[in-house]
Every structure is written in C-alpha cells, then in structure tokens.
C-alpha cells in the first residue's frame, strides 16, 4: 500500500443472494417498487436490484435448493426507522395483490407498534430483517431478569414473536406460564397473557382459541386503568386482521 493511502470508512456491501427462479425474482421485486439495475439470464444468472439507499444481488441457487426450508440466506438492513419501511412494503402487496402476503413464502411478517425490526422473505426463502438502528442491546431470550412470572414470560413471548418469528413457540411458551403461575401473578399479568394470547391465535390462524382466550379473559376483575391497558393489547389482534385482511 502507497504510504499516502489509508483506509477510510466508507466502504459499501452489497449482499449476494440465491434465487431460485430468476423471473419470479424479479416479479417480486418489480411489485414492491425495487428499480432493477442489472438483469443477466445467460448464460449465467444475475440480477441486481435497488430500493431507496439499499441494494440486493442474486444469482443461480445451488442444485437442489428448496425455498421451502427458507435456509437460503439472507441480509440485515438497518434503517432509522422500520415502521415507514412495513407500510411501504404492505401497500406495494395489496397494490400487487390485493392483499397482504404474511403466510407462506413469499411474506412480510407482521409490524407491531413500537417493535424494532420485521422480515421480509423472498419467494426463493432469503431473509431481508430490516432493524432500527438503536434496537436495545442485551436482549434475554429467557425474558427479562428483572421480571417473574407472567411479567417475564410476556417479555420472552415479545421475544419470540419480534425478534425469532415464532408464534408457536411464542404461543406456548405464554400458555405454559399462565398456567403455572397463574395463582401467584397479578390479575392484570394474568389478563394480558389472555390478551396477547387472542392475538397469537389469530397469527396461528386459529380464531376458535383466539376466542376462548377472549372468553377466559373476561373473567378477570381489573380496574378501568388496568382494563384500559389490557383493551390495547386487544387492540393488536384486531389491527392484525385489518392488516392482513382477514374476513
């Protein structure tokens, strides 16, 4: 290296993904508004696209790869902001679609007020996770150390949910907990487990739990500030299937 150079930290990475299927690539992406600035089909695939300060490139998949396992691969995208990113995303599907595409593949998960982070799967199974930049650090996949309970198995649900994509395990890690502490929890732990439950149900397509939590949960005797928190946590079920258009 020329003694006058240096290293200056404004390097720029692009990911390399696989696909699958080049033309239904490319369809995906065209729907949510990606402008393409490379197509190659021979004699080798590649495609390269971008989307407002970001780029993704592909190219041929391995022999035998199967979007199925949604093994492929896939990239971090941090931004300043995610919600902006979603609804963009979301209005591009049901502007494509008529609806929103969060089951099977491809999908977006899901956006929950205040969350840090949603995914974005490709139909050839990558992962795009768009991150806020400041998303907290020393995250404890156990729940929360400062919390017992309910209260702490609420903050490994979140964990799940947001940041593993796993509304089972998420489902029931929270029935688990309710049903082992339910005699020592507060009743308002007690009443958004039931809530945050409804909701759960709802995303495992599951409407007739979704409903016997809803019924179990109006047992519960809370004050009017206590039942006002626990109406807002209701409310994520119902922005859930506004969102994805359920009937």
Known sequence: ??????????????????????QVTLDFYGELGFEVTWKQLKPYVYLAFRWSGFELHYGSGPKGLDPVHEHTGGALIMVDAVAPYHAAFTAAMRAAHGKVLARGLPRITRYRPGASRFTLMDPSGNSLIFIRRDEPEGLDYGGSLDLE???????????????????????????????RHADTSSAVDRALAHATLVELSLALDDPERAKAWRTELEAVRLTEEERQRVDRELDRAVELREWRGDA
């Open 1 to 22: 290296m020329n003694e006058t150079e240096t290293i200056r930290a404004n390097e720029t990475a692009v990911p390399l993904l696989h696909t699958h299927d080049a």
């Open 149 to 179: 309970g309910i209260a702490k198995a609420l903050d490994q649900a979140r964990n799940f949910r947001e940041f593993k994509n796993d509304d089972l395990a998420a489902y029931r890690h929270l029935k688990s907990a309710l049903r």
